[in-house]
């Protein structure tokens, strides 16, 4: 049994994250999101339960469904393995894995699960819960003793990925990456242990029945093809009793052993039906050669009927051909004279054009120049009569100066005689 680490008993303690269980967000939220979480997970409420619905449901333990995600042609945050950016259907072996994780697992209830006997996948459940939960340091402590074992079953969605428990562990213990998601990352120094205990760890290998010991270095172990193939395990009858795992132990071996038969019963009638396949198809084939044969010496005939058909279609299609070029041409002759006469239309009305705006300009040119000359005229004018004007004013004022010079004189002269006689008057 796995060491016991943090609290003792029973009791089993959960590592990193209490509310998402360290999923991908993307992940954790479509689950959250899904009806079938929702609705029908939501009805059951025991550990028992849980189980029997693992039985019944889960196919593969891939986290999204077949065809429901699109990652072609995606890199970086965007690609297939982060789960960043694209969602799609969530599959049930990872809704009934976090229904486990609500329902709080002890020690023993987990143990119940990677010791099952009905169904590999409801081993590889309590795997993965183990994985998502526990703390790197316990991780070899719990995968040790089923390192090496050899029940089948098939991880991918659709099929095509068959591993056994062991190797499928010792993927969980070596790779990040489980199909398009990511497990919680383990520490450098604890990885280093981890695959130096699995190096040395010697592994067991079926011979003819009997089992011997190996030691088989990690980097140069045969890996498994991941061609489809079929799984041994017994196929899930709906009759299945819903008792707990320790008390089919006594009977659950005959129960394999029935399946096992009724599984190899089954594969034979499909091989046997395959080969009457076969068989019709070989027969067919034949029948087809001949027919083949006779209908290719018919068509033969046929051809060379048709080539000669061909040849006679031909010429006239080629007169016809001709015939419609040398219309065509015509058409464009045509065409090319009347856009010669209207391009000289277009000319002539330019060429008027040109002339009018000529003539319009001289005229503007000559009202101007008329213009300009009267204006000088009448400027000359005003200068003359300007001058005249003041020629007037000089004379006026000149007149008036004499006058007033004269006037002054004589009432000078005037006022020296009336002087004089008055001296006269007072001499005497």
């Not at 303690?13 to 991908?24: A, C, D, V, Y």
């Not at 219309?327 to 045509?334: I, L, N, Q, T």
């Amino acid at each position: 049994k796995p060491a016991a680490s943090g609290k003792q008993g029973n009791v089993l303690p959960l590592w990193g994250n209490e509310k998402t269980m360290n999923l991908n967000p993307m992940i954790l939220t479509n689950i959250l999101s899904s009806p079938y979480f929702k609705v029908q997970l939501y009805e059951l409420k025991t550990y028992h339960e849980v189980v029997d619905e693992i039985y019944f449901k889960v196919t593969h333990v891939e986290p999204w469904e077949k065809g429901s995600r699109k990652t072609a042609g995606q890199t970086g945050m965007c690609g297939g393995v982060r789960g960043v950016g694209t969602g799609g259907i969530v599959s049930t072996a990872f809704c009934l894995l976090y229904k486990l994780f609500t329902l709080k697992l002890t020690r023993k209830q987990v143990m119940g699960l990677i010791t099952h006997t009905d169904s590999p996948y409801i081993r590889a459940l309590g795997f993965m819960y183990i994985r998502y939960t526990q703390p790197p340091t316990d991780l070899w402590d719990w995968f040790e003793s089923f390192l090496d074992d050899e029940e089948d079953l098939d991880v991918k969605a659709g099929g095509g990925c068959v591993m056994t428990i062991g190797e499928m562990l010792r993927s969980f213990l070596t790779k990040l990456e489980w199909f398009s998601t990511l497990f919680p990352r383990i520490p450098v120094p604890v990885q280093k242990t981890i695959d130096q205990q699995i190096k040395s760890r010697p592994r067991k290998i079926k011979k003819d029945g009997k089992e011997g010991m190996e030691e088989i270095d990690r980097h140069a172990e045969r890996r498994r093809s991941r061609s489809p193939r079929r799984s041994i395990s017994p196929r899930r009858s709906p009759r299945r009793s819903r008792s707990r795992s320790h008390h089919r132990e006594g009977h659950g071996s005959s129960s394999f052993d029935r399946e096992l038969e009724r599984e190899r019963e089954r594969q034979r009638l499909e091989r046997e039906a395959k080969e009457r396949e076969k068989e019709r198809r070989r027969s067919r084939s034949t029948d087809r050669t001949l027919e083949w044969r006779r209908s290719r010496s018919r068509d033969r005939y046929r051809s060379r009927s048709r080539s000669r058909d061909r040849k006679g279609d031909r010429r006239d299609r080629d007169r016809e051909r001709e015939k419609e070029n040398e219309r065509s041409r015509k058409k464009e002759r045509d065409y090319d004279k009347e856009r010669g006469s209207e391009r000289e239309k277009d000319r002539s009305r330019e060429r008027s054009k040109e002339r009018k705006s000529k003539g319009d300009t001289e005229e503007r040119r000559h009202k101007d120049e008329k213009d300009e000359k009267k204006h000088r005229d009448d400027r000359r004018d005003s200068k003359k009569e300007r001058k005249h004007s003041r020629s007037r004013s000089r004379e006026r004022k000149h007149r008036s100066r004499s006058r007033s010079k004269n006037t002054s004189k004589r009432s000078r002269s005037r006022s020296k005689e009336k002087s004089s006689k008055h001296k006269n008057e007072t001499k005497e």
